[in-house]
């Protein structure tokens, strides 16, 4: 079992950056993908970037150039800077986490979830 803690989302001028941090605790061995995915209301999940363990990184084309995922101190911990945010960058970020090695954009490719943080972009 492994538990998504997030932080960092918020409220932010349009240009602006916000910094996301998710930290997995428990069964954390081994090969690993951590990702951010994210949803706007009424709209589906949405892939946005993804890290693995051998420092493989995949981006959405929507945030790729704006947005960089990193690994934060550990292992376990990844981070998602986000720079000149957009209004429609608007959604819950969700963290996720997963042992399989499948396309990192493939939401049901992930066993765990963080809680999501709300990211809200103002014009």
């Known amino acids: 079992q492994v538990n998504l803690v997030e932080s960092g989302g918020g409220l932010v001028q349009a240009g602006g950056s916000l910094r996301l941090s998710c930290t997995a605790s428990?069964?954390?061995?081994?090969?690993?993908?951590m990702a951010w995915f994210r949803q706007a209301p009424g709209k589906e999940r949405d892939f946005v970037a993804a890290?693995?363990?051998?420092?493989?990184?995949n981006y959405a084309d929507s945030v790729k150039g704006r947005f960089t995922i990193s690994r934060a101190n550990s292992r376990d911990t990844v981070a998602l800077q986000m720079n000149s945010l957009k209004p429609e960058d608007t959604a819950v970020y969700y963290c996720?986490?997963?042992?399989?090695?499948?396309?990192?954009?493939?939401?049901?490719?992930?066993?765990?979830w963080g809680q999501g943080t709300q990211v809200t972009v103002s014009s």
């Open positions: 890290l693995d363990w051998n420092g493989r990184i």
């Open positions: 428990g069964d954390t061995f081994g090969f690993y993908v």
């Open positions: 996720a986490r997963t042992r399989a090695d499948l396309p990192r954009a493939l939401s049901t490719g992930y066993d765990y």
